[in-house]
């Protein structure tokens, strides 16, 4: 078996399902996982249902050009810049997560001696897994409250730099929902540029913002702004789960610099991660329509608003930049805040220490928990105020 597997850290799930084994609790409320609960839209379902013929045909690891068509089409309205080139800048991917996995894959080049990839801290598992299995070493930039999460490259050192080989950059964040700005994408292509790095944009949160006016700046567009048409060392990830409640068809896509493509897809070729044609003409569809976006922006904003004044003052609460978390502190231990809350109320969340790792002296996630709003309004209000009623016991 390849030695580099036993590297791998449990996943935070299964870190979360041993800490609470054997409390089962009466109407448990799940927060825990960030998996959108939203019905999926009927249109969606129905063009899916519409083109089972496609079953019956290999896909093209391209995708067709269709879908390429569709999601360059999308990146020029929602960013408002020129759309990219679908036939070199866009390649349509299985969801963000396998995507995000295999890129490492191709970029490391594990012959140049100590290779790193760059990981936000804390961040999702993916990353870390993904560095290592390609023979990389993760290093990671602590990204704190004190800061307002800032995503501050010189948290390292130049000797680190000089060997990273890939960055990846979540925005909006996961865990913490920060959004980067402008300014922070012109230091962190600065950064790209003089070290030959590239970076892996994850944007899966990029549409759950809450001002209708206000949209969360994108990488693509940053980039644009700041005179990288070419996109150079940049591509995004992004996908239809979280925008569009379809998790379960596993449809994304990454664009950006058109050289990187090139080899990412001859990557893919071999990789055998081609999207079914069903899915494919289903997220034509999705890609296609705004207005369930819209109304999937209105659910999260109005639980947000309901949740957060539920848990105050008893849990302060803050409002993330976008995404569907909130980013609490505990009064205690995350993970003994984790588990009594589950032992006493039935709800569970995520400890932030799961999903951070130990780096330079201490754990960022410690004493925080990750709430995931993707249940109904009602059920996130009820376990707001069992959460309230278990923090003024404490």
């Known amino acids: 078996m390849n030695p580099r597997l036993d590297l791998l850290q449990s996943y935070p799930f299964q870190r979360l399902a041993a800490l609470l084994a054997g409390h089962q609790p009466p109407n448990p409320v799940s927060l825990h996982i960030g998996e959108p609960k939203h019905p999926t839209p009927a249109f969606i379902r129905e063009t899916l249902i519409a083109n089972l013929d496609g079953l019956s045909g290999y896909p093209a690891t391209l995708g067709t050009e269709a879908l390429r068509s569709a999601i360059a089409q999308w990146i020029s309205r929602r960013y408002g810049i020129t759309a990219p080139d679908p036939a070199t800048q866009v390649l349509p991917v299985n969801g963000s997560r396998e995507a995000l996995f295999a890129f490492a894959q191709a970029v490391i080049d594990s012959s140049r001696p100590a290779p790193v990839v760059i990981c936000p801290n804390p961040f999702y598992q993916i990353y870390e897994g993904a560095a290592l299995l390609a023979g990389a070493q993760p290093e990671f930039i602590h990204t704190l409250a004190d800061d307002g999460y800032a995503f501050d490259p010189a948290q390292l050192p130049e000797e680190t730099w000089r060997r990273a080989q890939l960055l990846y950059v ?121 207005a369930h976006v819209v109304a999937n922006r209105k659910l999260y904003r109005e639980k947000f608003e309901k949740v957060i004044d539920i848990l105050q003052p008893a849990l302060p609460a803050e409002w993330p930049d976008a995404a569907f978390y909130l980013w609490l502190r505990t009064p205690i231990d995350d993970v003994e805040f984790t588990r009594r809350l589950y032992a006493a109320e039935g709800v569970s969340v995520l400890p932030g220490s799961y999903l951070a790792r130990e780096a330079r002296g201490f754990n960022p996630g410690a004493n925080r928990v990750r709430i995931a709003l993707v249940a109904t309004v009602d059920e996130c209000m009820e376990a707001a105020r069992r959460m309230r009623r278990f923090a003024e016991t404490i």
């Not at 990029?206 to 001002?211: K, T």
């Not at 950006?256 to 289903?282: C, E, N, W």
């Open 170 to 290: 979540c925005s909006p964040g996961n865990p913490t929902g920060k959004v980067l700005t402008l300014e922070d994408w012109k230091k962190l292509f600065a950064y790209a540029d003089r070290h030959q790095c590239v970076i892996a944009a994850d944007e899966c949160y990029s549409e759950i913002y809450f001002d209708e006016s206000q949209p969360s700046l994108g990488a693509l567009a940053a980039a644009v702004r700041l005179g990288r048409t070419d996109y150079r060392n940049l591509v995004v990830f992004s996908s239809l789960s979280k925008r569009s409640n379809v998790p379960g068809m596993r449809s994304g896509f990454v664009a950006g610099d058109a050289a990187i493509l090139k080899k990412f897809y001859l990557y893919r070729t071999y990789h055998g991660s081609a999207m079914s044609l069903p899915v494919q003409a289903a997220s034509v569809a999705a890609w296609q329509d705004e």
